[in-house]
């Protein structure tokens, strides 16, 4: 009788050793993912020239839209050898992903300023929809081109002369 008491004693306590055990250590494990895409690249070609006008005698703003048309300031003069133009901004990027586009000004000359951003897409590309603040292709993955052009308004100062280059327009897409 004290052998079979011994013998279901150890029997229990190997019982319980053994539950012990698998619980006292557990796994599980996740995949490890990684998705490549293309490497986003941006270009401009042209430059945002607002043509020739007549000396102010006040400061002012004239403006330029993505086809060309002027409007504002003081008199538009129309010179051949510096005729209005707006530049291209290329994005080759990965279709599918959402982006955010900046248009800003850049290394601008004391007195002048660059506002009020017009963004307009060029047809015939992978553009979705284009505004001075997102960009989007259309749908599909792989790489996709956009090309936008930008118009903007310009601040001038009184007795403004001469030709010069009074900044830049500078566009910057993030991928989200």
Do not use: H
């Not at 557990?26 to 043509?51: C, E, H, P, R, W």
């Not at 327009?169 to 991928?175: P, Q």
């Amino acid at each position: 009788m004290k052998i079979r008491s011994l013998l279901l004693a150890a029997a229990a306590f190997s019982a319980i050793a053994g539950a012990a055990s698998a619980q006292a250590t557990d796994n599980a494990q996740a995949d490890a993912k990684v998705k490549f895409i293309t490497a986003m690249q941006v270009s401009s070609a042209g430059t945002l020239n607002f043509g020739t006008w007549i000396k102010p005698t006040s400061a002012g703003s004239m403006s330029i839209a993505t086809d060309g048309t002027r409007s504002g300031g003081t008199t538009q003069v129309t010179d051949s050898a510096n005729l209005p133009s707006v530049p291209t901004f290329t994005v080759v990027a990965e279709g599918g992903q959402g982006m955010s586009l900046t248009i800003e000004k850049a290394g601008m000359t004391s007195g002048y300023d660059l506002d009020t951003f017009n963004v307009e897409a060029v047809a015939g590309n992978d553009c979705g929809t284009v505004t001075a603040t997102t960009i989007s292709f259309t749908a599909g993955t792989g790489e996709k081109t956009c090309s936008f052009k930008v118009g903007a308004t310009l601040d001038y100062p009184q007795n403004a002369a001469g030709a010069l280059t009074v900044g830049a327009v500078k566009a910057t897409v993030t991928y989200e």
